[in-house]
C-alpha cells in the first residue's frame, strides 16, 4: 500500500480524496498497487466529515514520514506552496499538482529539483483541467513537430462569452451571472483580464520548446472590452469570439500570445461552447488534432491529479524525465506577428473607407442592420506593429478583434 498525503483540502483537495477512495479498485490495478491518502494539509480542521481524522496542521509532519511517497499539491498560489514543494521533492517524495501558478512559475526549477532526488513533479491538471494536453504532448505526440497550439483554456471566460453571443447580453450583467453560478470569482481579474490562460499557454509553450517560457513575456489581452454588437460582427463573418491561447512558429518567428480572436465557425474550436476547453494542436505528420473536455472542476482537475499519482506510483524510485529546462526561451517580439483585424468604426463607410485603405490596405467592408451608425472592416494579413501604426491615424476606432 503506498502512501500519499493532500496539500489542501479545497475544492481540487477534496476532490483528490474523493477519487482515490470512490476509484480506489480500479487505481490499484493501474498503479500495480493500492493507494492510501495517510494525511491531509490544511489550516482549518473539518469536524463531522471523515477527513478530520486525517488533518494535519503542520508540514514537518508530513514530509518527515518515510511512508509518504507521494503529494498531491492543490493549494494554489506561489507561496506557501513552493516552499512546501521545494522541500517535498528534496526529501525524495514525488509531488503532483494543479497549480498552474506555480508550474508556470517554478516548474522548470522544480522538475530540475525532483529529477537530482529520483522523484518526479508532474502537473497534468495545471493546463485543461480533467484534457490529458499534457501526457498527450509529452507521450503521444513525441513523433511530431508542433507548429501550433491554440485553444479555449479557462473556462470562465468561454462561459461569459457563450451567454453574451446567446443572450445579447453586456460583459458586466453575464460576469454577475457567472459569479452567482461559481463559475467565476469574486475577484475574477486572472480569469476576465486573461492571466490565468496566459500562464497555460506558457506551461504549453515551455513543453513545446522543451525550455522556459516566461509567462510575463506573453501578451496578454481578456475579454473586459467585448460588446454585445461584436458578437453581430462575427455572426456577419460566420465567426464566434473566443478568447484564445496561442503559441504558433511562423516564417517570422516563435510567438505567443492570449487575446479575444474571431474563430470560423468550420472550426472545431468554435463549437467548444461555456464551462468547456478544447486545444488544438497542429503538428508536421499528424496535421491537426483537437482535446476537449471540462478545463475545470472539482472532479475532472482531481481525476488529473490522480492519474499523476498513478504514474508516480508505478515509477517509485526514480524520475520521470522533465518537460522542460530552465533554459530561458526567448520569443519573437509580438509587433512582428501577422494576422488580420476586424476594426469597429464610428462613422459610414463611404466616407472613410478611402482613408482605411490608404492606411491598412485592401479591407473587407461589414455592416449589420442593428449599427446605422458605425461600421466594421476586415483587414488583410498585416502585422501587430503595421496595424497598431496605422489605427494611431483614427479617432473613430471603436474596437479592435484579432483574427
Request: charged fraction near 25%.
Amino acid at each position: 500500500m503506498v502512501q500519499v498525503a493532500v496539500f489542501g483540502y479545497g475544492t481540487v483537495g477534496s476532490g483528490v480524496v474523493e477519487v482515490l477512495e470512490t476509484n480506489q479498485e480500479e487505481i490499484g490495478r493501474r498503479a500495480g498497487d493500492g493507494i492510501r491518502v495517510k494525511y491531509v494539509l490544511d489550516i482549518r480542521d473539518f469536524q463531522g466529515d471523515p477527513i478530520q481524522e486525517r488533518i494535519v496542521h503542520d508540514v514537518d509532519v508530513i514530509l518527515a514520514d518515510p511512508e509518504i511517497k507521494v503529494i498531491c499539491e492543490t493549494m494554489g498560489g506561489i507561496e506557501p506552496a513552493y516552499t512546501f514543494t521545494k522541500k517535498a521533492l528534496m526529501s525524495g517524495k514525488s509531488v503532483c499538482t494543479s497549480n498552474k501558478e506555480l508550474v508556470a512559475a517554478h516548474g522548470a526549477e522544480l522538475m530540475r529539483i525532483a529529477g537530482e532526488h529520483q522523484c518526479s513533479y508532474l502537473f497534468e491538471a495545471s493546463v485543461g483541467g480533467g484534457i490529458p494536453i499534457i501526457r498527450t504532448m509529452n507521450d503521444a505526440l513525441t513523433a511530431e513537430k508542433i507548429d501550433r497550439i491554440e485553444g479555449i483554456l479557462n473556462g470562465t471566460t468561454n462561459y461569459i462569452l457563450t451567454k453574451m453571443e446567446r443572450d445579447g447580453a453586456a460583459f458586466d450583467i453575464i460576469l454577475k451571472e457567472a459569479q452567482e453560478l461559481g463559475y467565476a470569482e469574486r475577484n475574477p481579474a486572472a480569469d476576465v483580464e486573461g492571466h490565468d490562460a496566459c500562464r497555460k499557454i506558457a506551461i504549453l509553450s515551455s513543453i513545446l520548446y522543451g525550455h522556459n517560457v516566461d509567462y510575463k513575456q506573453i501578451y496578454t489581452e481578456g475579454i473586459t472590452k467585448i460588446m454585445p454588437r461584436d458578437f453581430a460582427y462575427a455572426k456577419a463573418l460566420d465567426c464566434k469570439i473566443k478568447l484564445i491561447g496561442l503559441s504558433v512558429i511562423t516564417k517570422e518567428g516563435e510567438f505567443a500570445m492570449v487575446s479575444p480572436r474571431l474563430v470560423p465557425s468550420y472550426s472545431p474550436i468554435a463549437s467548444v461552447n461555456d464551462v468547456f476547453n478544447g486545444i488544438q494542436i497542429h503538428s508536421n505528420m499528424l496535421d491537426t488534432s483537437l482535446y476537449y473536455g471540462r478545463g475545470a472542476g472539482k472532479l475532472p482537475t482531481a481525476s488529473a491529479v490522480v492519474g499523476d499519482v498513478v504514474e508516480c506510483v508505478k515509477k517509485l524510485g526514480t524520475s520521470i524525465p522533465a518537460a522542460w529546462d530552465e533554459t530561458e526561451k526567448k520569443l519573437t517580439e509580438i509587433g512582428a506577428f501577422r494576422q488580420r483585424y476586424l476594426v469597429r468604426m464610428k462613422g459610414k463607410p463611404e466616407a472613410l473607407m478611402q482613408k482605411m485603405e490608404d492606411a491598412f490596405g485592401k479591407v473587407q467592408a461589414v455592416q449589420i442592420p442593428e449599427a446605422a451608425d458605425e461600421f466594421a472592416v476586415l483587414t488583410e494579413e498585416m502585422s501587430e506593429r503595421e496595424y497598431q501604426d496605422a489605427a494611431e491615424e483614427f479617432t473613430e476606432i471603436i474596437s479592435m478583434i484579432r483574427s
